[in-house]
C-alpha cells in the first residue's frame, strides 16, 4: 500500500492548528480551527469553496465528522456541547447545556493532572466531549472526553439511550476517550488515548475487541473498503504516563496507521521519512486519499514543547504509478509535487523517487 504526499496541497500554508477535518460524500474538505473562522471548506484540489463564522462555539472546538447523510457534525470540549450542520452551515441540533457534567474530576483537591484522572469517576454527558458521530441506524455517539471517561449513545433526535466506560487501564474503561468512529459493520471503535489502545464495541457497548499496538490514538476514519487510519500523538518521558504502558522512558515521534478491518496493522508513515509533529485528525475520501489535520501550537503549549513552525494540514493519495507524478491525472488533478512513501507492515515510508 504505496502513498504519495502532495506537497503544498490546496496553495496555503496553513501553519494554524487545524483541530479537526472531514469529508462529505462529494468529497470536499471540511477543516475545523479554532478563532473567528471555525469551519473552511476545500474542494478536491483544496481550492476554498466556503467558510463558516464561529457563532457557536467556545474558544475549543475539537473535532468534526461528516456521516453518509451529509450532516457535519461538530464536538465543542470547551463548551461542553455538540451540534448538527448542514453542509451550508445551518444548525439543525445540539446536545448539552453547556454546563460540565459531574463526574468527580477534581484539580483543586488532586493537582496533578494524572491524580485527577484517576480519581475521577464518569458522570453524565458532557464533560469536554471529544467528537460526534452518526451511525447506520441514525443513533449517534459522543466520546466524553478529557474530563469524562464514557461514551454515550443517543437517538437521532437527541435523547440519551445508554452509556459506558469508566476510568483505568481495564478493558471497557478509558482514559481521554479522544475520538471514535462506525466501522462498515457498524463497530463503535473508541481511540483510547492515554491507555495507547483503540477498543471496539458493538452498537449497545460490547467490548469486542483490543487493539494495542497503538500509541495515543487522536482520531480514527475508515475508508469504503473497512480499512481504518488512525493519527497518534508523541509521547515522551515528559508527557502524561500511559494508564496501560507506564511512563515512556524515550521520546516516541507522532506517527499514521493504517489497519485492515480484521485489526491487523497495515502499515505506517512515520520518521524519518515523513515527520508529524502533533498529528490530531484524519479523514479519507472516496480515492483513498486521506488528510491529516496537526495541532502543534496547542500540543507545544500544553506539553512545554519548543514550538516551531510546521504545516497543519497535509494531503495523501493512493500512488498509481511507481514514478512521481507532476502532470495532471485523475488523482492528481491539479499536477501538484508529490512525494512517494511506501506505506508497509515492517518497512515504513520511502524515500523521494524510491519504492520500499
Not at 496533578?112 to 484522572?117: I, T
Not at 469536554?128 to 441514525?138: C, F, I, Q, W
Not at 515527520?275 to 500540543?299: K, L, W
Not at 515492517?346 to 523521494?352: D, F, K, L, S, T
Request: one cysteine or more; glycine letters at 10%.
Amino acid at each position: 500500500m504505496n502513498y504519495d504526499e502532495v506537497d503544498d496541497w490546496s496553495g496555503q500554508l496553513w501553519y494554524e492548528d487545524v483541530t479537526g477535518v472531514a469529508v462529505d460524500t462529494h468529497d470536499r474538505v471540511y477543516l475545523l480551527q479554532r478563532g473567528p473562522v471555525a469551519v473552511t471548506v476545500l474542494d478536491r484540489d483544496g481550492a476554498v469553496v466556503g467558510r463558516w463564522r464561529n457563532e457557536w462555539f467556545s474558544d475549543r472546538p475539537h473535532l468534526i465528522s461528516i456521516g453518509r447523510d451529509d450532516l457535519v457534525r461538530i464536538a465543542d470540549d470547551g463548551g461542553h456541547r455538540v451540534f448538527t450542520f448542514d453542509l451550508d452551515g445551518r444548525l439543525l441540533g445540539s446536545i448539552g447545556d453547556g454546563a460540565p457534567s459531574r463526574t468527580g474530576f477534581d484539580q483543586s483537591t488532586h493537582p496533578r493532572l494524572e491524580d485527577a484522572l484517576s480519581h475521577m469517576g464518569g458522570g453524565l454527558p458532557f464533560n469536554r466531549p471529544t467528537k460526534l458521530v452518526s451511525s447506520p441506524s441514525g443513533d449517534l455517539y459522543v466520546s466524553d472526553g478529557y474530563r469524562n471517561c464514557r461514551v454515550h449513545r443517543f437517538t437521532a433526535d437527541g435523547q440519551l439511550l445508554t452509556s459506558w466506560g469508566g476510568p483505568g487501564p481495564e478493558p471497557g474503561h478509558f482514559v481521554i476517550p479522544h475520538s471514535l468512529t462506525v466501522d462498515n459493520d457498524g463497530r463503535i471503535l473508541v481511540c483510547d488515548r492515554e491507555n495507547d489502545r483503540i477498543q471496539v464495541f458493538t452498537g449497545n457497548g460490547e467490548l469486542l475487541d483490543v487493539w494495542d499496538n497503538v500509541q495515543r490514538p487522536t482520531d480514527v476514519a475508515v475508508d469504503r473498503r473497512g480499512f481504518l487510519y488512525v493519527t497518534e500523538l508523541p509521547r515522551g518521558p515528559l508527557d502524561l504516563a500511559s494508564w496501560r504502558l507506564g511512563r515512556a522512558d524515550a521520546t516516541r515521534p507522532g506517527r499514521v496507521s493504517v489497519w485492515s478491518p480484521q485489526g491487523t496493522l497495515v502499515g505506517r508513515i512515520e520518521p524519518p521519512e515523513c515527520e508529524f509533529s502533533a498529528p490530531h485528525a484524519i479523514a479519507v475520501d472516496s480515492s483513498g486519499a486521506f488528510y491529516v489535520a496537526e495541532v502543534p501550537e496547542s500540543f507545544a503549549t500544553s506539553t512545554g514543547r519548543a514550538q516551531r513552525t510546521h504545516r497543519c494540514l497535509r494531503k495523501f493519495q493512493p500512488r498509481h504509478t511507481p514514478s512521481q507524478q507532476t502532470s495532471p491525472s485523475p488523482t492528481n488533478p491539479t499536477g501538484a509535487d508529490v512525494r512517494p512513501y511506501g506505506f508497509l507492515p515492517h518497512a515504513v515510508g520511502a524515500q523521494p523517487r524510491r519504492e520500499i
